[in-house]
C-alpha cells in the first residue's frame, strides 16, 4: 500500500492513474475528492485501496454533494445520482411557502433536504423502509425540522396527512429485477437491494405509491416521478389509471425524466394551497 508522502501533483497523477485501472469513469473527480477529504496521508491510502475494490467514493468521505448541497451518505444507503437533481429542482419549482412536502422512498433525504432549503416554511415528511436510511436521512433532515419515519410507503405517515400533501416526491426504484444484474458493481455490491429493484418492469412500487396517491395529495397536489426515458409512457399511463393527469419533462444533459401526476387543476404552474 502506497503512503502518499509525495508533493501534491504526483500523489493526484498517482490516485487518478490507479483509479482509471479499476475502471473508474469518474477518476479525476474522484482523485480529488479523496485527496481533500482524507485526513492524513494513511487515510488517503486506505480509501483508495477500498476505492479500487469498488466500495462507492461516497462511502468512503461520508457525504455526497447533491444540488450544491452536502449530504450525508453512510454505507449501504443508495447514494443521490447526479439526474436525481432534475427531479429534486422540479419539486422544488412547484413549492410554496406552507405546503406540506413528503418524500416517499428518501433514502439518505437528498430530496427534501433540497427543497427544503430553497423554499419557505414547509412541512417536510420523508419515509422510508430501510433502517440504515432512515437513521441517515434523520441527520440530514432533521436540522431543518422535517420529520422521518420507517416503514413501507404511506404505512407510518401520520393519518392526518391524508388530502393535505402538496407535493409528494417519490424517487423510487424503478430498475428491472433481471437488470440489477446489469448495473455498477459498486451499486449491486454496496448499495441496498430494496433502493435498487422496482419489480419485474421496474415499476411495482411505483404502482403501489400511484394506487394511494389521491387519497394524500390536496386538491392540485401533484406526485413527482423519476423513471427512466424508456419505461416513462407506460409510468404515464400507470398515473392516469389512478386518476392523475400526468405529464412529463425530460433533461437530456442529465440523462433525467421526470413525470408529474396532478391530482387536479394546477395555477400558474405552482401548486394552488
Known amino acids: ?19 482509471r485501472h479499476a475502471g ?15 485526513p492524513t496521508s494513511q487515510q488517503l491510502a486506505a480509501w483508495v485501496e477500498r476505492r479500487i475494490a469498488g466500495v462507492p467514493v461516497e462511502y468512503l468521505i461520508g457525504w455526497v454533494e447533491f ?39 428518501c433514502g439518505s433525504g437528498a430530496i ?51 388530502g393535505r400533501v402538496h407535493v409528494l416526491i417519490a424517487n423510487a426504484p424503478y430498475v428491472p429485477t433481471e437488470a440489477v444484474k446489469l448495473l455498477p458493481q459498486e451499486a449491486r455490491e454496496h448499495e441496498s437491494l430494496v433502493a435498487l429493484d422496482g419489480g419485474s418492469d421496474g415499476l411495482d412500487v411505483l404502482r403501489k405509491i400511484a394506487a394511494a396517491a389521491p387519497s394524500w395529495l390536496a386538491r392540485n397536489g401533484c406526485l413527482l416521478i423519476e423513471t427512466s426515458e424508456r419505461q416513462a409512457p407506460l409510468a404515464a399511463e400507470l398515473l392516469a389509471q389512478y386518476g392523475l393527469r400526468s405529464t412529463m419533462v425530460r433533461s437530456e444533459e442529465e440523462d433525467a425524466t421526470v413525470i408529474t401526476g396532478t391530482r387536479a387543476d394546477r395555477m400558474n404552474g405552482r401548486v394552488d394551497l
Open 1 to 19: 500500500m502506497h503512503n502518499y508522502e509525495l508533493n501534491e501533483n504526483v500523489v493526484y497523477s498517482e490516485i487518478v492513474s490507479k483509479l
Open 67 to 105: 444540488c450544491g448541497l452536502r449530504i450525508q451518505v453512510d454505507p449501504g444507503v443508495f447514494v443521490p445520482r447526479y439526474r436525481t437533481e432534475f427531479l429534486a429542482r422540479q419539486a422544488a419549482a412547484l413549492v410554496q411557502p406552507g405546503a406540506v412536502v413528503v418524500d416517499m422512498c
Open 112 to 162: 427534501g433536504a433540497v427543497v427544503a432549503a430553497a423554499s419557505e416554511r414547509i412541512e417536510l415528511h420523508a419515509v422510508d423502509i430501510d433502517p440504515v436510511a432512515v437513521r441517515c436521512a434523520r441527520r440530514n433532515i432533521q436540522s431543518i425540522s422535517g420529520f422521518v419515519y420507517e416503514g413501507d410507503l404511506y404505512e407510518p405517515l401520520p393519518d392526518e396527512l391524508r
Open 24 to 38: 473508474s469513469v469518474f477518476a479525476e473527480d474522484e482523485a480529488r475528492l479523496l485527496i481533500s477529504s482524507a
